[in-house]
């Protein structure tokens, strides 16, 4: 097994809603969208809607089986007089612009798995790597071994489209900062892999299964068929 950190760049950054005197043009995007590098997510009276982009390059990784990700932030804020809960979804977004906020209608639904998940509930503002984000299996799925990993992090009251009644937000180290969002990979190269079929009665001299690989047989009528098995390694 090994062990790779790395720490999110680029475009990572957040976008957030203007804010709305209508709680819905808010959570949907409709009255305009603003946008900053900094690490920022959840929601806000009057009314505003945070959304959290991270992007980190995982190109090392490259053919290797992950089999955990731990996603940590260092913690600056933490405005949640109401406690909520914090999704991450897998969301290539690339160049980050104000188009990639998820409005609450369509975007968010869309966005599929839940690939690390934790309440703002225990928010460490202490300076460090001191709030786990709770990665799941999902995100070791998502690591993308031949270029970036990206997410973007929002409320579970954003998705749900529940009207804040006081502030319910973080703020936290993404990038360009002392402590950038890390993602600490356990990997390790795969294996060979071995595909076996097993013939459905007497097959001649001429005979191959098409896939998968396979091997010829002895046609000998006085003998069963003898069977040589071929396998690839990834």
Same mark, same amino acid.
């Given at each position: 097994?090994?062990?790779?950190?790395?720490?999110?760049?680029?475009?990572?950054?957040?976008?957030?809603?203007?804010?709305? +005197?209508?709680?819905?043009?808010?959570?949907?995007?409709? =009255?305009?969208?603003?946008?900053?590098?900094? =690490?920022?997510? =959840?929601?806000?009276?009057?009314?505003?809607?945070?959304?959290?982009?991270?992007?980190?390059?995982?190109?090392?990784?490259?053919?290797?089986?992950?089999?955990?990700?731990?996603?940590?932030?260092?913690?600056?804020?933490?405005?949640?007089?109401?406690?909520?809960?914090?999704?991450?979804?897998?969301?290539?977004?690339?160049?980050?612009?104000?188009?990639?906020?998820?409005?609450?209608?369509?975007?968010?639904?869309?966005?599929?798995?839940?690939?690390?998940?934790?309440?703002?509930?225990?928010?460490?503002?202490?300076?460090?790597?001191?709030?786990?984000?709770?990665?799941?299996?999902?995100?070791?799925?998502?690591?993308?071994? +031949?270029?970036?990993?990206?997410?973007?992090?929002?409320?579970?009251?954003?998705?749900?489209?529940?009207?804040?009644?006081?502030?319910?937000?973080?703020?936290?180290?993404?990038?360009?900062?002392?402590?950038?969002?890390?993602?600490?990979?356990?990997?390790?190269?795969?294996?060979?892999?071995?595909?076996?079929?097993?013939?459905? =009665?007497?097959?001649?001299?001429?005979?191959?299964?098409?896939?998968?690989?396979?091997?010829?047989?002895?046609?000998?009528?006085?003998?069963?068929?003898?069977?040589?098995?071929?396998?690839?390694?990834?």
């Amino acid at each position: 097994m090994s062990t790779t950190v790395v720490y999110a760049s680029g475009e990572s950054g957040w976008v957030r809603s203007n804010v709305e +005197a209508v709680y819905l043009n808010a959570a949907r995007g409709a =009255g305009g969208l603003a946008s900053s590098d900094a =690490g920022r997510v =959840g929601q806000g009276t009057s009314f505003v809607c945070y959304q959290g982009f991270s992007v980190w390059d995982t190109s090392a990784i490259g053919t290797d089986t992950v089999s955990n990700v731990d996603f940590d932030v260092d913690g600056l804020t933490d405005t949640s007089t109401t406690d909520f809960v914090i999704e991450g979804y897998a969301f290539a977004f690339g160049t980050l612009t104000t188009a990639d906020y998820r409005d609450s209608d369509t975007g968010i639904p869309a966005l599929g798995s839940i690939v690390c998940s934790r309440s703002s509930s225990g928010w460490d503002t202490g300076a460090g790597y001191l709030n786990d984000m709770g990665a799941n299996a999902a995100f070791a799925s998502a690591i993308n071994g +031949a270029g970036d990993t990206e997410i973007v992090l929002i409320s579970q009251e954003h998705r749900n489209e529940s009207e804040p009644t006081a502030n319910e937000y973080v703020i936290y180290d993404n990038t360009g900062a002392t402590y950038d969002a890390r993602l600490t990979i356990t990997h390790a190269a795969s294996g060979p892999t071995y595909t076996y079929a097993k013939p459905d =009665g007497d097959i001649t001299t001429t005979g191959w299964t098409p896939t998968p690989l396979w091997s010829k047989v002895d046609d000998d009528p006085a003998s069963p068929d003898a069977t040589v098995i071929t396998a690839t390694a990834d």
